[in-house]
Protein backbone atom coordinates (compact mmCIF):
# COMPACT_ATOMS: atom_id res chain seq x y z
CA UNK A 1 0.00 0.00 0.00
CA UNK A 2 2.01 2.99 -1.44
CA UNK A 3 -0.58 5.66 -0.45
CA UNK A 4 -2.36 8.13 -2.90
CA UNK A 5 -0.24 9.99 -5.27
CA UNK A 6 -0.75 12.88 -7.17
CA UNK A 7 1.46 14.09 -10.03
CA UNK A 8 2.62 16.76 -10.69
CA UNK A 9 2.84 18.16 -6.86
CA UNK A 10 3.14 22.28 -8.06
CA UNK A 11 2.47 23.54 -11.69
CA UNK A 12 2.65 26.95 -12.45
CA UNK A 13 0.75 28.49 -15.40
CA UNK A 14 -0.17 31.59 -17.56
CA UNK A 15 -3.52 32.43 -17.50
CA UNK A 16 -5.71 31.18 -20.49
CA UNK A 17 -3.90 27.77 -20.74
CA UNK A 18 -4.77 24.37 -20.04
CA UNK A 19 -3.91 21.99 -17.09
CA UNK A 20 -4.36 18.07 -16.19
CA UNK A 21 -3.49 16.71 -13.12
CA UNK A 22 -3.04 12.80 -11.70
CA UNK A 23 -4.25 11.11 -9.18
CA UNK A 24 -3.35 7.41 -8.20
CA UNK A 25 -5.76 6.36 -5.29
CA UNK A 26 -4.56 3.25 -3.19
CA UNK A 27 -4.46 0.10 -4.91
CA UNK A 28 -8.04 -1.33 -5.21
CA UNK A 29 -10.09 1.50 -3.57
CA UNK A 30 -12.85 1.79 -6.26
CA UNK A 31 -14.22 5.27 -4.69
CA UNK A 32 -12.45 8.47 -5.96
CA UNK A 33 -12.65 12.00 -4.74
CA UNK A 34 -11.33 15.49 -5.88
CA UNK A 35 -11.13 18.42 -3.56
CA UNK A 36 -9.74 22.68 -3.82
CA UNK A 37 -8.33 23.76 -1.35
CA UNK A 38 -7.72 27.52 -0.92
CA UNK A 39 -5.29 29.52 1.19
CA UNK A 40 -6.58 29.78 4.57
CA UNK A 41 -9.80 27.46 3.81
CA UNK A 42 -10.58 23.92 4.48
CA UNK A 43 -11.24 21.56 1.11
CA UNK A 44 -14.53 21.64 -0.73
CA UNK A 45 -16.00 18.45 -2.45
CA UNK A 46 -15.08 18.74 -5.90
CA UNK A 47 -16.46 15.36 -7.69
CA UNK A 48 -16.91 11.58 -6.67
CA UNK A 49 -15.96 8.64 -8.65
CA UNK A 50 -17.14 4.99 -8.03
CA UNK A 51 -15.22 3.11 -10.52
CA UNK A 52 -15.14 4.71 -14.04
CA UNK A 53 -18.40 6.41 -13.07
CA UNK A 54 -18.65 10.18 -12.12
CA UNK A 55 -21.23 10.24 -9.35
CA UNK A 56 -21.73 13.54 -8.29
CA UNK A 57 -20.37 17.09 -9.13
CA UNK A 58 -19.99 20.20 -7.33
CA UNK A 59 -21.57 23.46 -8.37
CA UNK A 60 -17.92 24.74 -7.66
CA UNK A 61 -17.20 22.26 -10.91
CA UNK A 62 -17.59 25.12 -13.46
CA UNK A 63 -17.40 24.02 -17.39
CA UNK A 64 -13.82 24.64 -17.47
CA UNK A 65 -13.62 21.78 -15.50
CA UNK A 66 -13.76 17.80 -16.15
CA UNK A 67 -12.65 15.20 -14.40
CA UNK A 68 -12.08 11.40 -15.64
CA UNK A 69 -11.63 8.10 -14.53
CA UNK A 70 -11.46 6.07 -18.01
CA UNK A 71 -10.46 2.57 -16.07
CA UNK A 72 -11.64 3.00 -12.60
CA UNK A 73 -7.98 3.30 -11.99
CA UNK A 74 -6.17 6.83 -12.05
CA UNK A 75 -7.83 10.01 -12.55
CA UNK A 76 -7.07 12.83 -14.12
CA UNK A 77 -8.79 16.60 -13.70
CA UNK A 78 -8.31 19.13 -16.17
CA UNK A 79 -8.95 22.89 -16.29
CA UNK A 80 -9.10 24.77 -19.34
CA UNK A 81 -8.67 28.43 -19.82
CA UNK A 82 -7.17 28.68 -16.27
CA UNK A 83 -8.33 31.76 -14.30
CA UNK A 84 -6.27 33.26 -11.67
CA UNK A 85 -9.19 32.35 -9.21
CA UNK A 86 -8.02 28.57 -9.79
CA UNK A 87 -4.73 29.14 -7.91
CA UNK A 88 -5.37 27.10 -5.04
CA UNK A 89 -4.17 22.58 -3.75
CA UNK A 90 -6.05 20.55 -5.66
CA UNK A 91 -6.22 17.14 -3.51
CA UNK A 92 -6.73 13.75 -4.32
CA UNK A 93 -8.58 10.75 -1.86
CA UNK A 94 -10.05 7.49 -2.11
CA UNK A 95 -11.49 5.08 -0.12
CA UNK A 96 -12.58 1.02 -0.96
CA UNK A 97 -16.49 0.04 -0.04
CA UNK A 98 -17.29 -2.21 2.58
CA UNK A 99 -18.94 -1.50 5.87
CA UNK A 100 -18.99 2.13 7.37
CA UNK A 101 -15.74 1.30 9.33
CA UNK A 102 -13.68 1.03 6.49
CA UNK A 103 -15.05 4.50 4.28
CA UNK A 104 -12.81 6.44 5.44
CA UNK A 105 -10.72 9.07 2.73
CA UNK A 106 -7.30 8.57 2.72
CA UNK A 107 -6.02 11.42 0.85
CA UNK A 108 -2.59 12.32 -1.31
CA UNK A 109 -0.17 14.96 -0.72
CA UNK A 110 -1.92 17.63 -3.54
CA UNK A 111 -1.27 19.42 -6.48
CA UNK A 112 -0.63 23.08 -6.21
CA UNK A 113 -1.44 25.09 -9.02
CA UNK A 114 -0.44 28.48 -9.64
CA UNK A 115 -2.01 30.62 -12.37
CA UNK A 116 -0.14 34.44 -12.66
CA UNK B 1 -26.75 21.22 4.06
CA UNK B 2 -24.00 20.31 6.12
CA UNK B 3 -21.22 22.77 8.17
CA UNK B 4 -18.60 22.82 10.74
CA UNK B 5 -17.28 25.77 12.34
CA UNK B 6 -13.82 25.72 13.90
CA UNK B 7 -14.19 29.02 16.24
CA UNK B 8 -10.07 29.26 16.83
CA UNK B 9 -7.92 30.13 13.83
CA UNK B 10 -4.74 30.09 15.87
CA UNK B 11 -3.56 28.49 19.00
CA UNK B 12 -0.87 28.41 20.70
CA UNK B 13 0.66 26.16 23.03
CA UNK B 14 3.67 25.80 25.40
CA UNK B 15 5.17 21.94 24.75
CA UNK B 16 3.87 19.48 27.10
CA UNK B 17 0.80 21.49 28.34
CA UNK B 18 -2.80 19.72 27.35
CA UNK B 19 -4.54 20.86 24.17
CA UNK B 20 -8.05 21.35 23.25
CA UNK B 21 -9.24 22.17 19.61
CA UNK B 22 -12.67 22.84 19.54
CA UNK B 23 -15.45 21.67 16.34
CA UNK B 24 -19.32 22.02 16.10
CA UNK B 25 -21.26 20.72 13.33
CA UNK B 26 -24.73 20.85 11.67
CA UNK B 27 -26.08 18.10 10.11
CA UNK B 28 -29.14 16.26 10.15
CA UNK B 29 -29.01 12.80 10.86
CA UNK B 30 -26.54 11.42 12.89
CA UNK B 31 -22.99 12.64 11.49
CA UNK B 32 -19.75 10.49 10.82
CA UNK B 33 -16.81 13.10 12.05
CA UNK B 34 -13.26 13.01 10.80
CA UNK B 35 -10.20 15.13 12.09
CA UNK B 36 -7.07 15.35 9.98
CA UNK B 37 -4.12 17.41 10.44
CA UNK B 38 -1.97 19.20 7.60
CA UNK B 39 1.60 20.51 7.79
CA UNK B 40 2.44 23.36 5.60
CA UNK B 41 2.22 22.05 1.93
CA UNK B 42 1.26 19.03 2.30
CA UNK B 43 -2.00 16.33 1.77
CA UNK B 44 -4.51 15.38 4.92
CA UNK B 45 -3.16 12.68 7.39
CA UNK B 46 -6.71 11.13 9.05
CA UNK B 47 -6.03 11.90 13.16
CA UNK B 48 -9.07 9.89 14.02
CA UNK B 49 -12.90 9.05 13.50
CA UNK B 50 -16.48 8.52 14.73
CA UNK B 51 -18.89 6.32 12.73
CA UNK B 52 -21.17 5.15 15.57
CA UNK B 53 -20.83 3.59 18.86
CA UNK B 54 -18.49 4.65 22.05
CA UNK B 55 -18.23 8.67 21.72
CA UNK B 56 -14.85 8.59 22.73
CA UNK B 57 -12.49 7.78 20.12
CA UNK B 58 -8.81 7.40 20.03
CA UNK B 59 -6.96 7.90 17.33
CA UNK B 60 -2.73 8.16 16.32
CA UNK B 61 -0.30 10.50 18.21
CA UNK B 62 -1.87 10.25 21.20
CA UNK B 63 -5.25 12.51 19.76
CA UNK B 64 -8.53 11.45 21.38
CA UNK B 65 -12.17 13.13 20.49
CA UNK B 66 -14.88 12.98 22.22
CA UNK B 67 -18.69 13.23 20.18
CA UNK B 68 -21.53 15.41 22.23
CA UNK B 69 -24.85 14.65 20.42
CA UNK B 70 -26.50 17.50 22.70
CA UNK B 71 -23.72 20.44 21.55
CA UNK B 72 -23.10 18.97 18.39
CA UNK B 73 -19.43 19.40 19.88
CA UNK B 74 -16.59 17.08 18.49
CA UNK B 75 -13.50 18.50 19.76
CA UNK B 76 -10.27 17.44 19.84
CA UNK B 77 -7.83 16.83 22.42
CA UNK B 78 -4.12 15.86 23.46
CA UNK B 79 -3.42 15.63 27.04
CA UNK B 80 0.36 16.77 26.41
CA UNK B 81 1.42 18.51 23.33
CA UNK B 82 4.90 18.10 21.35
CA UNK B 83 6.85 20.60 18.84
CA UNK B 84 5.93 18.41 16.23
CA UNK B 85 2.52 18.55 17.19
CA UNK B 86 2.86 22.31 14.94
CA UNK B 87 0.29 22.21 11.73
CA UNK B 88 -2.81 22.57 11.04
CA UNK B 89 -5.92 20.64 12.02
CA UNK B 90 -9.39 20.14 10.40
CA UNK B 91 -11.98 19.01 11.67
CA UNK B 92 -14.88 17.22 8.76
CA UNK B 93 -18.36 15.71 9.20
CA UNK B 94 -19.07 13.27 6.23
CA UNK B 95 -22.94 13.52 4.91
CA UNK B 96 -24.01 10.31 3.34
CA UNK B 97 -24.82 10.54 0.09
CA UNK B 98 -26.46 7.07 -0.80
CA UNK B 99 -28.17 4.65 1.39
CA UNK B 100 -27.11 1.79 2.51
CA UNK B 101 -22.66 1.26 2.67
CA UNK B 102 -22.54 4.45 0.26
CA UNK B 103 -20.04 6.94 -0.02
CA UNK B 104 -20.07 10.39 1.86
CA UNK B 105 -19.37 14.09 1.12
CA UNK B 106 -16.89 15.36 3.27
CA UNK B 107 -17.19 19.37 4.56
CA UNK B 108 -14.75 20.84 6.28
CA UNK B 109 -14.08 23.64 8.57
CA UNK B 110 -11.48 26.32 7.64
CA UNK B 111 -9.05 24.33 10.23
CA UNK B 112 -6.74 25.66 13.34
CA UNK B 113 -3.70 26.48 13.30
CA UNK B 114 -1.53 25.24 16.16
CA UNK B 115 2.04 26.80 17.06
CA UNK B 116 3.67 25.18 19.91
CA UNK B 117 6.28 26.70 21.86
CA UNK B 118 9.30 24.88 23.28
Known amino acids: DTGVSQNPRHKITKRGQNVTFRCDPI?????LYWYRQTLGQGPEFLTY????????KSRLLSDRFSAERPKGSFSTLEIQRTEQGDSAMYLC??????????????FGPGTRLLVL | AQSVTQPDIHITVSEGASLELRCNYS??????LFWYVQSPGQGLQLLLK??????LVQGIKGFEAEFKRSQSSFNLRKPSVHWSDAAEYFC????????????????FGKGTKLSVIP
Open chain 1, 93 to 106: ASTSTGSADQETQY
Open chain 1, 27 to 31: SEHNR
Open chain 1, 49 to 56: FQNEAQLE
Open chain 2, 27 to 32: YGATPY
Open chain 2, 50 to 55: YFSGDT
Open chain 2, 92 to 107: AVGARRYSGAGSYQLT
